[in-house]
């Protein structure tokens, strides 16, 4: 099967009629029947049927024509990409949440690589209404949990994509959930207690030398709102303070990452990693676990933030942490 044949049949499903598909393709009919004759051969499904209204694709034939219209999407990309990318300029601003930090060099790396006349700035601190600033172009992309407020003025993470996609200027990009991990020295009595194991009970926790790594004030109250120990500190640890306090018998309760618990081990391979089992009655799930989202315009008008966008895409696929269960864009 050849691209000139894709075409042409995308184009016969647009014009519902293959005599007029020719004319618009500047073939013969004869001609333009034969070649999707070849392609119905070669597949061994009938693309179209014939009927009263015209040209009409069978069921197989919609599957087909879904795939052929992604085949020329990525090679209309492809033409286009290598001839606009170096020459692209301006800015683009990207919103990244606490919990994917670690992927911070590498969205810096592809940005610097694939558009050296370009500008990128990050920001990491919380910002709320992140889907309207994308819609107005305040910002270009932002991964993060999508943060809004309930009636009685706690702030809650919303899990439900359906809820946050009303705006269609926006395409919400589902990510992998977040979860919380606990990161205990090896010699730690609970290491002992819990030897093989790989998932710890809040509760447990909660008797020890524990410090909450989370990234928002919000956060911190509404834990202590069901958990009231005020002897925990929320803090903004970074990694060498970290080590030090594990090394001083603290369990460190980090901020939630889509890692699973293998991968995150790589980043404290002398420690032990836990996932956090919420047991205590009443604690909001959000509290320990949260879904998150990748936030952009999928049909800006700009080409440096079109480009970025699937730049992006192809990282956290590389990464695996594009939530496949809820398949493509949902805009």
């Known amino acids: 099967m050849r691209l000139t044949q894709i075409q042409q049949i995308l184009e016969i499903e647009k014009c519902t009629s293959i005599s007029q598909a020719a004319r618009n393709l500047f073939i013969s009919q004869p001609a333009l029947s034969a070649a999707l004759n070849e392609v119905e051969l070669e597949i061994g499904v009938q693309i179209f049927t014939r009927t009263k209204q015209g040209i009409r694709p069978t069921q197989d034939g919609l599957r087909i024509l879904n795939a052929m219209k992604n085949i020329a999407n990525e090679i209309n990309y492809i033409e286009t990409y290598s001839a606009q990318l170096e020459d692209l300029t301006g800015s683009v601003t990207f919103m990244l949440g606490a919990s994917y930090e670690f992927l911070y060099c590498e969205l810096i790396q592809r940005f610097k690589e694939n558009f050296p006349k370009a500008n990128i700035r990050f920001i990491t601190t919380f910002e709320p209404n992140v889907q309207d600033k994308i819609s107005r172009d305040l910002i270009d992309f932002a991964i993060m949990p999508v943060y809004m407020t309930t009636v009685h003025g706690d702030s809650i993470y919303v899990s439900d994509v359906q809820q946050i996609a009303a705006n269609k200027n926006v395409t919400i990009q589902p990510l992998n959930f977040c979860h919380s991990y606990a990161v205990i020295n090896r010699q730690h009595t609970l290491c002992k207690e819990y030897a093989g194991e790989t998932t710890i009970a809040l509760s447990r926790l909660l008797t020890e030398q524990l410090i909450l790594g989370r990234q928002h004030k919000d956060d911190y109250e509404l834990f202590l709102k069901h958990c009231p120990m005020n002897k925990f500190p929320i803090v903004g640890i970074d990694r060498s303070t970290i080590h ?26 002398q420690y032990q990693i836990f996932s956090i089992h919420n047991d205590i009655a009443g604690l ?48």
């Open 244 to 269: 030090e306090l594990l090394e001083r018998n603290y369990a460190i309760f980090l901020d939630a990452t889509p890692l699973d618990l293998q991968q995150y081990q790589q980043y404290y391979p």
């Open 284 to 331: 909001p799930l959000s509290t320990l676990e949260w879904a998150t989202f990748f936030i952009y315009k999928k049909n800006s008008a700009r080409k440096l933030q079109q480009f970025y966008a699937r730049e992006v895409l192809e990282l956290l696929k590389q990464h695996q942490l594009l939530n496949e269960d809820w398949g493509n864009d949902k805009n």
